[in-house]
DNA sequence: ATTTAATATTGACCGTGGTCAATTTTTGAT
DNA sequence: ATCAAAAATTGACCACGGTCAATATTAAAT
């Protein structure tokens, strides 16, 4: 069993993937068309569909990317040691996530990888932003009674219900950051 | 503006829940097709969209019935006081909303009310949630640093990362249940 | 009983994601 | 250079959710 890819594979790919760049960068993620990205690259649907599985497996790729840079950004940066400065450095990654609603929607729905063999790019981005805050948490003044790990679940897990709730007309009384800094005080905090 | 509902009005919409329920119960929620429920309620497909917003309303309805139902199941037993008998109290609740992909997907898309005027089914269900664990955690052995409603809220988040990572490849290697467990003692228990 | 206005139903039609047999292009062997 | 097998591309076609102008039915007024 042979597989020879040839060049012009990855020029499509690659053609593909800056249409669809141009396309999100107009209009935005949830208003992406294929229709309209195979035109601007110039090929026929079907070959959309023989370089990515669906629509989605595109967007993981495109939102992947983008979220994959803010952690970067975020990572870059002097280590937090408080719950304030960890929020404030996640900024940019959350405010990407809460960026529009269907990229909330997409992120959690490929969070977790749906096979071990294939990590997708979100997937992996969660896994980063574990270890990252991780790391964090780990020089940090956080209660110590609880592994390292364990808290940065945490963590993740109340900033997406933190962000769950800013799409939620219901509890538009408190802002994401005061929702969040609630949160994380009373998860972080050392014993008293 | 006066509004006058027909008697007919009511038994098509009866006619489609039925039909609906009937074929969620032959395929599950994710094979659910317009088309078949439609053709099972015998009218056309125009009517099933004067009758719900779309697709999803339905199933909104439909998955926000059954949850309510597990929810009232859950209530109905004793207050429990541990961490391991909420959970366990909670189980059939749970069970549900990770009885299938598409059910869970479709919970968190939900869970908050778009419009303050208009909350769904769903965002119901999670205001009943947070309300019958606030109940519980007022009468349990927890934590008194911070406030019930803030508990709760946690237990919701939670609960939902645990049920994320229950359809996560990467981290089947322990259970929900225990992976819960080990949360809500970190979270719950009282200061040491 | 008729009329009329409000309300409900219909089904042909559309938009968009996705499929696949047929065709074209590339690669490697001779 | 020629040819055969593998790989990539094409576009007509399908599935399914959703729309809407036309039609049918109901309820209330006379």
């Known amino acids: 069993m042979q597989k020879t890819i040839q060049q012009r594979t990855l020029k499509t790919r690659a053609k593909l993937l800056q249409a669809a760049a141009d396309v999100v960068q107009k209009n935005g993620y949830q208003a992406l068309r ?19 599985h669906d629509k989605d497996a595109l967007m993981e790729i495109l939102i992947g990317e983008k979220l994959d840079a803010c952690l970067d950004q975020a990572q870059a940066a002097e280590p937090p040691k408080t719950v304030p400065k960890i929020i404030e450095a996640l900024a940019p990654v959350h405010e990407f996530m809460m960026s529009e609603r269907y990229v909330f929607d997409l992120l959690i729905r490929y ?15 969660f896994e980063k932003y574990f270890r990252i805050v991780m790391m964090w948490l780990d020089q940090a003044e956080v209660r110590q009674d609880v592994p ?14 933190a962000m769950s709730l800013k799409f939620c007309a219901l509890h538009s009384a408190t802002t994401f950051t005061d929702r969040l800094e609630t949160y994380l005080r009373a998860w972080l905090s050392p014993a008293a």
Chains 1, 2 share one sequence.
């Open 111 to 125: 969070s977790g990888a749906a096979a071990i063999s294939e990590i997708g790019p979100i997937a992996y981005c």
């Open 34 to 52: 294929v229709e309209e990205v195979v035109q601007a690259a110039g090929v026929a649907k079907g070959t959309f569909f023989a370089h990515f």
């Open 148 to 161: 390292t790990d364990l808290l940065a679940e945490g963590v993740q897990a109340f900033a997406i219900q």
